[in-house]
């Protein structure tokens, strides 16, 4: 019997599109404050994070993520976050506190201090940066208890 199996592609780098309400404003924060190279597109870039800025046609188009509702069926015994996560960035253990001082430093604010917690053998690091239209960017580092 002979099978027909579809070729697969292959996704590519996920970019976030983020509508904001003042366009140069967000790409002066993400330049000034995040560090990022800002092009005539709108792209905001540092390292492993890309993300498109574009003007909103109306405020109330700007919607930030909500907190997800709780779950018991992780694996482990987390339930899910206490805020809206609107861009989650893995970082090095090492990184993320020098991260969260630049940020700070460059007049940014950090939304939620770094925090620890575990889950099962592994420990995690989360921060919480928030951009000027109340958009959540959580830095999270893990490492093996």
């Not at 592609?9 to 790409?27: D, E, F, P, Y």
């Not at 190279?37 to 800025?53: P, Q, S, V």
């Not at 993520?65 to 987390?78: I, L, V």
Request: hydrophobic share 30%.
């Amino acid at each position: 019997m002979e099978v027909n199996q579809l070729k697969r592609g292959k996704l590519g780098q996920t970019i976030q599109v983020r509508l904001v309400s003042n366009l140069i404003k967000s790409q002066e924060y993400y330049r000034d404050v995040l560090g990022c190279e800002i092009d005539d597109w709108g792209h905001a870039k540092r390292d492993g994070m890309t993300i498109i800025l574009q003007q909103s046609e109306f405020p109330e188009d700007v919607r930030p993520n909500a907190a997800s509702k709780k779950r018991s069926d992780y694996p482990t015994d987390w339930q899910g976050p206490e805020f809206g996560w609107d861009t989650f960035i893995h970082v090095s253990w090492d990184d993320l506190d020098s991260l969260v001082e630049e940020v700070r430093g460059n007049g940014g604010n950090i939304a939620v201090e770094p925090f620890t917690g575990t889950h099962g053998e592994w420990e995690f690091k989360n921060t919480c940066i928030q951009d000027p239209d109340g958009y959540n960017i959580v830095l999270g580092s893990m490492r093996k208890i």
